[in-house]
């Protein structure tokens, strides 16, 4: 089955300690992104990755960290998570097909800053 | 800076009504996404449209690239349709840049 996968889905941690929170996709897509989800200012992106080892940062990029050393995972790191980082977060992939390009959303991940 | 805004913010509908959820964009934008967001959060790319029209099942979508401003259609509406609508544009015809807050939408029976 066509996935996007991230990991875990709900995390609480405390201030400082840092987190990695995966994506992995399973349908060999060459872009993939990751975007937070906030009440009130809707979904923004914070990094993306048009291939392997080739990154860019979105809109809110600052205090995040992303890599790609592989085409299938895309892992989103905060280095000192601090509670303005508390939101939920979606990694997705994309694939250009006839018609246009079709996004392709992991199940989120709720994180909790204390 | 590119900018996407949605209307309405929230929408209520009976089931069976014929439904519209529009979103203007600015210029710089060349591609318009739709996604919708169930209840429990996952998201689903609906469609991606540069010009014209496109439909799938109960849902239309069209784009008028000089007005800047494109809609969402649902015939026929259905409890099941009830979750957040979200317009993100593109610049670059890659991936969803901008979006829209959202269009939360309920169907009552």
């Known amino acids: 089955e066509a996935q996007v996968t991230q990991n875990p889905r709900y995390l609480i941690t405390v201030t400082g300690k840092k987190l990695t929170v995966t994506c992995s996709q399973n349908m060999n897509h060459e872009y993939m992104s990751w975007y937070r989800q906030d009440p009130g200012l809707g979904l923004r992106q914070i990094y993306y990755?048009?291939?392997?080892?080739?990154?860019d940062k979105g809109d809110v990029p600052e205090g995040y960290k992303v890599s790609r050393k592989e085409k299938r995972n895309f892992p989103l790191i905060l280095e000192s998570p601090s509670p303005n980082q508390t939101s939920l977060y979606f990694c997705?992939?994309?694939?250009?097909?006839?018609?246009?390009?079709?996004?392709?959303f992991g199940p989120g991940t709720r994180l909790l800053v204390l | 800076k590119n900018e996407v805004e949605q209307s309405p913010q929230n929408l209520t509908a009976q089931e069976g009504e014929f439904i519209t959820i529009n979103c203007s964009y600015s210029?710089?934008?060349?591609?318009l996404h739709w996604l919708q967001q169930h209840p429990g959060g996952g998201i689903v790319s609906l469609f991606m449209?540069?010009?014209g029209k496109k439909k799938h099942g109960r849902l239309i979508a069209t784009i008028n690239i000089q007005e800047k401003h494109s809609s969402l259609h649902i015939t026929a509406s259905h409890p099941r349709d009830s979750a957040v609508y979200i317009c993100a544009g593109t610049n670059s015809g890659n991936t969803p840049l901008v979006f829209g807050k959202g269009t939360r939408l309920s169907v009552i029976a």
């Open positions: 990755s048009m291939n392997v080892e080739v990154t």
């Open positions: 210029v710089g934008i060349s591609a």
């Open positions: 449209l540069s010009s």
């Open positions: 997705a992939s994309s694939l250009w097909a006839s018609g246009g390009m079709t996004q392709y």
